[in-house]
């Protein structure tokens, strides 16, 4: 699932998951650009779509995606009532956290690891932001809410009108219900992922959102230090770390990583070590 984050705007200051301490600079590993980025780097691209169509579009799904996800939410779980089974949307809601942990780590690590700034299609608009990011931490810091959820809002409000429609005319069966509940609560969780993120690199975040850090329900600072030490391979899940532990654990990206070698498909920083030494 899409476009995470929008992490552009070149400037520094003191933040919680951003500190000095973890803000290791690899620009070998991580291709930022062709130098070692000592100075301001250039805006990472995402933010340029801020403008024309693509801007419109951020801007009006932005608006629409809460728009229909809180109906949605409501309709599936009046589906869950009308099935007697009112106190799925507990487990429903925890399962929508932790799917949603899953779905970003899978697509930051996927970020982190294929493909190049010059991918075509995802390079300048989901690759580079995310690289750049560990260079610049703090720089999402600066980020207004359509820049920090516009793009994920775009995938996301035809997946909400969807899960809309089939809370409104599909089953009302237990499970059914149950499982459009989650579904619409994944989604949910996804796109505020951004915001939690922003969140654990601020040094002085609202109180509510410190709040549910200090609670675990939301990404703490203190969690994804883990991520932001070199060779940031670790701890990618960014909207809560619940499986960060168990992923970390089994070495499951790394696992990933061997099945897609098997296949052909190498770490971006292997295909250009190979390109290079030939
Ligand atoms: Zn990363
Ligand atoms: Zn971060």
């Not at 301490?21 to 991580?30: A, I, L, R, S, W």
């Not at 009112?86 to 690891?113: I, Q, R």
């Not at 793009?151 to 499982?179: D, H, K, Q």
Request: hydrophobic share 45%; glycine share 10%.
């Amino acid at each position: 699932m899409g476009v995470f984050l929008q992490l552009s705007k070149s400037q520094s200051r003191s933040t919680s998951a951003g500190s000095p301490g973890g803000d290791n600079h690899t620009p070998d590993v991580f291709d930022v650009g062709p130098a070692a980025p000592a100075g301001p780097l250039p805006r990472a691209g995402a933010g340029d779509a801020s403008h024309g169509l693509h801007g419109l579009l951020e801007r009006g799904a932005t608006i629409l995606a809460p728009l229909l996800f809180a109906p949605a939410l409501l309709l599936s779980y009046q589906r869950l009532s009308q099935a007697e089974a009112g106190w799925l949307a507990v487990p429903g809601v925890l399962l929508g956290l932790a799917f949603g942990d899953f779905v970003t780590g899978l697509v930051h690590w996927a970020a982190d690891t294929y493909c190049g700034e010059d991918t075509p299609v995802i390079g300048r608009g989901l690759v580079r932001p995310f690289r750049v990011h560990h260079v610049r931490p703090l720089e999402i810091c600066d980020h207004g809410l359509v820049e920090t959820v516009g793009n994920t809002c775009i995938l996301a409000a035809p997946l909400l009108a969807l899960f809309l429609a089939l809370a409104a005319y599909g089953e009302t069966s237990p499970a059914s219900a149950f499982a459009v509940f989650t579904a619409i609560m994944t989604v949910g969780v996804t796109v505020a992922t951004n915001q939690f993120h922003k969140w654990a690199h601020q040094e002085n975040p609202p109180p509510l959102a410190r709040a549910l850090q200090r609670a675990g329900i939301i990404l703490s600072p203190e969690h994804h230090r883990e991520h932001h030490a070199a060779p940031f391979e670790s701890s990618y899940a960014i909207t809560n770390g619940w499986l960060n532990p168990l992923l970390n654990r089994t070495g499951f990206f790394r696992r990933l990583e061997g099945a897609l070698r098997a296949v052909g498909v190498k770490p971006y920083r292997e295909e250009r070590a190979a390109g290079s030494g030939k």
